[in-house]
């Protein structure tokens, strides 16, 4: 699978750009919103990507930030809802506000994208508002980790990051603890440390 492609942009042609990476030029399909933000032509550039199969051949996605990506990977998975409404959504609303418009269960808006009728944004709303909400929340409390004025130990983060979010200490060092031990960094663990305090 190729997860990120870092070389040359050659071309960038409606939504599609080339990439050339080690002599090879890579056709990547990118959403409108990826579309302003990539370089001139012959610059150097940076996308992660989702490969996919199909019977028709095989396609690549490409995208400037992780949560576009992952926004990608959760649409693609709602029946109905292909990669190409996926690149809709993100590049014509944008994917803070199709996030937010699944999470506030806002159909009207996911509407506005091309490809997408009213049923669908009712789908797409009913499997993934849960996901969403959770993803958003996780992205709020990591933001805030990195935002912190002083480095701090791993461990320390951990904790810390749990007790502002209204746990309490009788609760937090457990599950700290547990969940260093089943990831090494501390994204991983704090979303251990959620799962284990939510059951």
């Known amino acids: 699978m190729i997860g990120r492609l870092r070389g040359e942009l050659l071309s960038v042609d409606g939504g599609r750009a080339v990439v050339e990476c080690g002599g090879v030029g890579y056709e990547v399909l990118v959403p409108e919103s990826v579309l302003v933000r990539l370089p001139s032509p012959f610059q150097k550039v940076d996308l992660l990507t989702r490969q996919i199969f199909r019977e028709d051949g095989v396609s690549?996605?490409?995208?400037?930030?992780?949560?576009?990506?992952?926004?990608?990977?959760?649409?693609?998975?709602?029946k109905g809802?292909?990669?190409?409404?996926?690149?809709?959504?993100i590049g014509q609303l944008g994917e803070?506000?199709?996030?937010?418009?699944?999470?506030?269960?806002?159909?009207?808006?996911?509407?506005?994208?091309?490809?997408?009728?009213p049923r669908l944004a009712e789908r797409i709303i009913?499997?993934?508002?849960?996901?969403?909400?959770?993803?958003?929340?996780?992205?709020?409390?990591?933001?805030?980790?990195a935002k912190a004025p002083e480095k701090k130990e791993p461990e320390d983060e951990l904790v810390d990051a749990l007790l502002a979010l209204g746990y309490k200490r009788s609760e937090v060092d457990a599950v700290a603890n547990e969940a260093r031990e089943s990831a090494d960094n501390v994204e991983d663990q704090l979303r251990h440390a959620l799962r284990s305090l939510q059951r």
């Open 81 to 89: 809802c292909g990669p190409k409404i996926g690149l809709a959504l």
């Open 96 to 117: 803070e506000i199709v996030a937010n418009a699944i999470v506030g269960q806002d159909a009207k808006q996911l509407s506005r994208a091309n490809g997408v009728g």
């Open 126 to 145: 009913l499997e993934l508002k849960d996901k969403m909400a959770e993803e958003n929340f996780q992205r709020r409390v990591v933001a805030s980790i």
């Open 60 to 78: 690549l996605y490409g995208f400037v930030e992780p949560f576009q990506r992952r926004l990608f990977d959760l649409l693609i998975s709602v």
